[in-house]
């Protein structure tokens, strides 16, 4: 047997064969961003001297953890912040301070990332999915309302792309019935509503580090932000075993292990003066997409709008089309990367089929799974390099 059939080859006097397809070309805007600079790769390097070399010899919650805890909480105005060990883990840690567990229902958006749902999983809650907004693909606050019942714990608008949820309508409808409020703000450091900080609005609220996020670092790190000094005090027991800080070894719950690493805490430091211009460079490219796309909306193209007042997210720009792939392969082949985080809204992922069936469809979620494509963002973009984004968009749409 012959590894090729040719028995489908063209006859000989057939056309001549189109030409290969030409190579692609490798995107020299790639989608994700570069990776530390040499001048971060110091200060990483410097951190872990400074931590390896301390006498103190403490690598978690240690007391630059607890500086960093402190200078963050004047920052989003909160009353207390609590490193933890990721975002994932905080969102866990939250639900438990707040009491989700074993017969509550937690409603979380249909969109989004996989730990909105599978942390609510963790704590043996079940979650509950409502729509988003088809423009914003944020919660959408009357889907949300619908799916309260008498079991629900907690609702979880998350902050996603360059959108913010509409945290005074939330706030309102989660008072108004009763239900908690986490506001998962992973990705919404710098961003703001009616100029109070994103991630502030809830009764918990909460940032990540992951690398990729705007304050993202060399490992796994977040914050909870809690303006209640009851949570404050079980967030700061859940995340160390349990353990009562002023008497170590006096266990007072059933824990979880969640901690702040110290060597990302003297990185962080480092780096916080620098947060704000690097939120600023992204702001330059935010702008100019905003600016350049918004005429395309005559040609379909969602370019989210947040109305006044708002400081929209600096994490991920993304437009949406009903011609996505198209408009991807279109970018690819000018060198410009872009990326389709969410291909399938959770609602319709395998593994939460079995709380699902109360929305097996959700239109809002399934139109921004279908259209939504991230554009290059990060703060060491130029803006020749926004331009060339978004003048390959426009001669996609011309
Ligand atoms: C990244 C992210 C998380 C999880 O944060 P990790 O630090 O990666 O665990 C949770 N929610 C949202 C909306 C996120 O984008």
Same mark, same amino acid.
């Given at each position: 047997m012959t590894l090729i059939d040719h028995s489908f080859a063209a006859p000989a006097d057939a056309h001549p064969a189109p030409p290969p397809p030409a190579a692609p070309?490798?995107?020299?805007?790639?989608?994700?961003?570069?990776?530390?600079?040499?001048?971060? &790769?110091?200060? /990483?390097?410097?951190? =872990?001297?400074? #931590?390896?070399?301390?006498?103190? %010899?403490? =690598?978690? /919650?240690?007391?630059?953890?607890?500086?960093?805890? %402190?200078r963050l909480r004047g920052r989003a105005r909160v009353a207390d912040v609590i490193a933890c060990g990721s975002g994932t883990g905080g969102l866990i840690l939250a639900l438990r301070a707040l009491g989700a567990g074993p017969g509550d229902e937690v409603v979380v958006p249909a969109f989004g990332a996989e730990p909105l749902a599978s942390s609510v999983l963790a704590v043996g809650a079940t979650p509950v999915f409502a729509d988003v907004e088809p423009d914003t693909m944020v919660l959408d606050v009357a889907d949300t309302e619908r799916r309260i019942t008498p079991r629900t714990r907690a609702i979880v608008p998350a902050h996603t792309f360059q959108s913010v949820a509409d945290m005074p309508a939330l706030a309102a409808l989660a008072a108004r019935r009763g239900v908690a409020l986490l506001e998962d703000a992973a990705v919404a450091m710098g961003a703001s509503l009616h100029g109070r900080?994103?991630?502030?609005?809830?009764?918990?609220?909460?940032?990540?580090?992951?690398?990729?996020?705007?304050?993202?670092?060399a490992g796994e790190g977040a914050v909870v932000l809690s303006d209640d000094p009851g949570l404050s005090r079980t967030l700061r027991l859940l995340r160390d075993h349990g353990q009562d800080g002023e008497l170590p070894g006096l266990y007072r719950e059933p824990g979880i292990e969640s901690r702040f690493d110290e060597v990302q805490a003297a990185y962080q430091l480092?780096?916080?003066?620098?947060?704000?211009? &690097?939120?600023? !460079?992204?702001?330059?490219?935010?702008?100019?997409y905003d600016a350049a796309?918004?005429? /395309? !909306?005559?040609?379909?193209? #969602? #370019?989210?709008? %947040?109305?006044?007042?708002?400081?929209?997210?600096?994490? #991920?720009?993304?437009?949406?089309?009903? %011609?996505?792939? !198209?408009?991807a392969a279109h970018l690819a082949a000018r060198g410009?990367?872009? &990326?389709?985080?969410?291909?399938?809204?959770?609602? !319709?992922?395998? @593994? =939460?089929?079995?709380?699902?069936?109360?929305?097996?469809?959700?239109?809002?979620?399934?139109?921004?799974?279908?259209?939504? /494509?991230?554009?290059?963002?990060? @703060?060491?973009?130029?803006?020749a390099q926004a331009w060339r984004v978004t003048d390959a968009i426009r001669s996609f749409f011309a």
């Open positions: 070309v490798p995107p020299d805007l790639p989608y994700p961003p570069p990776v530390p600079t040499e001048e971060e &790769r110091a200060l /990483l390097l410097d951190a =872990f001297h400074e #931590v390896a070399t301390d006498p103190d %010899q403490t =690598f978690v /919650l240690g007391r630059r953890t607890a500086e960093l805890e %402190q900080p994103a991630g502030s609005w809830g009764d918990l609220g909460l940032y990540s580090f992951f690398p990729v996020k705007p304050f993202g670092m480092a780096r916080l003066d620098t947060l704000d211009g &690097r939120l600023a !460079r992204r702001k330059i490219v935010v702008d100019h796309l918004s005429p /395309l !909306r005559a040609h379909g193209l #969602v #370019v989210p709008d %947040q109305g006044p007042d708002i400081s929209p997210c600096l994490y #991920v720009y993304a437009v949406q089309t009903e %011609q996505r792939d !198209r408009l410009i990367g872009t &990326r389709v985080y969410y291909p399938l809204p959770l609602n !319709r992922l395998p @593994q =939460f089929a079995p709380y699902a069936e109360h929305a097996p469809a959700l239109p809002g979620a399934d139109l921004a799974s279908d259209r939504h /494509l991230a554009l290059p963002l990060h @703060q060491h973009m130029t803006l």
